[in-house]
């Protein structure tokens, strides 16, 4: 029942109800944007703070209605609960789930409320041509000897472990870190950077102080690697006696964190898992390890996970009080320019890294480099220019309801006292950054007529969200089908009719409804063929006639265009024998888009051992850090990423 409610009753204090009604406020005002939230995958989360027969209630709303009749039921039901933590708990439910984005605007984490940096940056476009990018390449001569590529595929093939010999230029690497300095090691993907850390890690543990018991944390970004680096780190302590466990989102439901970290001397992590532990007291304190490394630390940067944990580390440094520190090591195979236009502001680009990182010693190769050139890696690239359609009357009509969108929100509110808005940015990330930027202003708004600041806010992310959507459809357009981008629109209005469907919404569906046989009609006409496709039909036609055995990497730049493009391909006569599958992040906005552990590990094991698949549909989740050594053939279809990833795709 009602406990929280009882309490206040009995002690005629209500004020930690009182605390929840803004929290109730957000939560209504943020609806629209939580639809495709599927409610069974946060419920174990966070079903503590509801009634059991509202548990059942809910479940019962997503068998019979829809997921998004679910979440509606599951949003009145929070807001009526008298538990003080539901806050907090749907916080952790949403990180726990994948749901980042949402996670992200219901922030009600302590630096919640800061001032909103109001910068938006966007990489420069061509509105006539477009770039296509693929590089081809043999494998490595001597792929068995990195021990970067130890991989679950060896693991699980031979029960026995043959130690390899570290070639020169990685003792170099290590050797500021075997010195006991905090380290940044910068090396190309492919560098065997694991095995540095390998070396590092039984340096540390094999000379530690008398008295003193070593424990290790290895921090990875993303499941996949995750999945593949506690392997490898299994494989090479485990037959010296040392305990390796791992721990990340799809497995922490089943684990006592708190007993894994104390039992263990090597932990594989993903970064959320710690910054949960702390955020909830299960760890007090960083000083219970002894070295943490991070696998791409160039990610430590604004509210990242490594970043949380490294502000935690600061923060104990600066504490006269504080217990000894982990040392640090960070392991990229770029640093960086984030946004620097100079010399001058590259370098202090990197000094800020650093800084985050507490960093004493940057580790790049300068006595070895001959012997690292003989074992890189250096891919050819050739860049392929593709004329766009002619004309493309779907988008014209798209960019109508957007801007028809944009007047209405002018009408509920002035959108342009949060922010400003440029229709020449329909269908570009720069705008899906601004509709992010929009709804935090949205967020913390305030009027002094509660009730009309609790509509408007509603309204304005209802429209937010609507124009998100129109947004990602002309995405899809650009680089995939008509019928594509469609499919996607109606799918999103149907979620929205199934939840609470408001007067407001009712008219936008309308208002698409309307245009939709038209758009139907654009769909099916062969004129509107997509220009980029028939230039990737060629190249992937091409590289499976001259060899039927190529291993491809198809890296695009949603997860919509990744399920676009797999659908083009088997619906394609010239493509469909390729058999393609499709490798995503676990961190989603509806419930399709996401993986788990176990499919993104099934789908990796496919690729590398099943001879029917051959090529994998990416997105970015793909290149950090995964050791998919039989892929000789990249296609970047209009990915573009800053030097990091670059450098990263070309490993």
């Known amino acids: 029942g009602y406990t929280g409610l009882a309490e206040a009753i009995e002690n005629w204090d209500f004020s930690k109800l009182e605390k929840l009604e803004l929290h109730r406020q957000l939560l209504k005002r943020i609806e629209a944007t939580m639809l495709e939230i599927d409610p069974v995958a946060i419920m174990p989360y966070i079903n503590t703070c ?162 003193q018991k070593a424990k290790v944390v290895f921090l990875a970004t993303k499941v996949p690697v995750y999945e593949q680096q506690k392997n490898v780190f299994r494989q090479h302590f485990e037959r010296s006696g040392y305990s390796v466990q791992g721990i990340c989102g799809e497995t922490v439901a089943n684990i006592s964190v708190e007993n894994v970290i104390q039992d263990s001397d090597i932990i594989v992590l993903t970064p959320q898992i710690l910054v949960n532990s702390m955020e909830k007291g299960i760890l007090s304190s960083l000083s219970i390890f002894t070295l943490m490394i991070f696998d791409e630390c160039h990610n430590t ?40 236009k100079s010399i001058g502001e590259t370098v202090e680009h990197i000094c800020t890294l650093c800084s985050y990182l507490d960093i004493q010693a940057i580790s790049a190769v300068r006595e070895n480099k001959q012997d690292l050139q003989r074992f890189g890696n250096k891919p050819e690239t050739h860049v392929r220019w593709v004329k766009m359609r002619a004309q493309n009357h779907f988008a014209d009509i798209i960019s109508g309801l957007m801007s028809e969108t944009e007047v209405l929100m002018r009408k509920i509110y002035s959108v342009d006292t949060i922010s400003q808005i440029n229709k020449n940015y329909f269908g570009t990330q720069r705008y899906e950054h601004w509709i992010v930027f929009t709804q935090k202003r949205c967020r913390l708004l305030q009027l002094e007529d509660k009730e009309k600041e609790s509509n408007i806010c509603r309204d304005l992310f209802i429209c937010t969200e609507h124009l998100r959507k ?16 469609l499919a996607y629109l109606n799918e999103f209005f149907t979620n929205v009719k199934n939840g609470p469907y408001t ?149």
């Open 50 to 211: 509801l009634i059991e027969r509202e548990c059942d209630e809910i479940l019962q709303v997503c068998e019979y209605r829809s997921k998004a009749a679910g979440i509606t039921k599951l949003i009145e039901c929070l807001c009526r609960s008298d538990k003080e933590n539901w806050p907090k708990s749907l916080q952790l439910a949403l990180d726990n789930a994948g749901y980042y984005n949402a996670s992200e605007l219901w922030n009600i984490r302590e630096d919640n409320g800061k001032g909103v940096d109001g910068e938006m940056t966007d990489a420069s476009e061509n509105y006539f041509e477009t770039m296509m990018t693929f590089s081809e390449e043999a494998e490595c001569d001597n792929l068995s000897e990195n021990l970067s590529s130890v991989s679950e595929r060896v693991y699980e093939s031979s029960s026995v472990y043959e130690l390899k010999k570290a070639r020169s230029y990685q003792t170099e690497l290590a050797q500021p870190a075997i010195d006991g300095k905090n380290t940044l090691i910068c090396a190309p993907t492919g560098s065997g950077k694991t095995f540095v850390a390998l070396l590092i890690c039984e340096h540390h543990l094999q000379n530690v102080p008398s008295g």
């Open 301 to 340: 940067t604004g509210n990242h996970p490594y970043n949380v944990l490294m502000t935690r580390y600061l923060d104990q440094k600066f504490d006269s009080s504080a217990n000894q520190l982990p040392q640090i090591v960070g392991l990229t195979a770029s640093v960086g320019v984030g946004n620097a």
């Open 470 to 485: 129109f947004n990602d459809a002309l995405i899809i357009s650009e680089d995939a089908r008509i019928e594509d981008a």
């Open 503 to 651: 007067e407001l919404e009712k008219q936008l569906t309308d208002k698409f409804q309307e245009k939709e046989p038209e758009l139907t009609a654009l769909s099916k006409d062969e004129s509107n063929e997509n220009p980029k496709l028939e230039e990737l039909a060629c190249i992937l036609d091409e590289a499976y006639r001259y060899n039927p055995e190529t291993r491809a990497i198809l890296f695009a730049k949603t997860r919509a265009l990744v399920a676009a493009l797999k659908k083009w391909i088997e619906a394609n006569p010239l493509l469909s024998h390729i058999k393609p599958d499709v490798l995503t992040g676990r961190g989603r906005r509806d419930d399709k888009t996401g993986m788990t552990l176990p499919m993104q590990k099934g789908v990796l094991d496919a690729f590398r051992n099943d001879k029917d698949i051959r090529l994998l549909i990416a997105t970015s989740v793909a290149d950090e850090g995964i050791d998919i050594t039989e892929c000789n053939l990249v296609v970047l279809y209009e990915y573009f990423g800053n030097v990091t990833k670059m450098i990263q795709v070309r490993g």
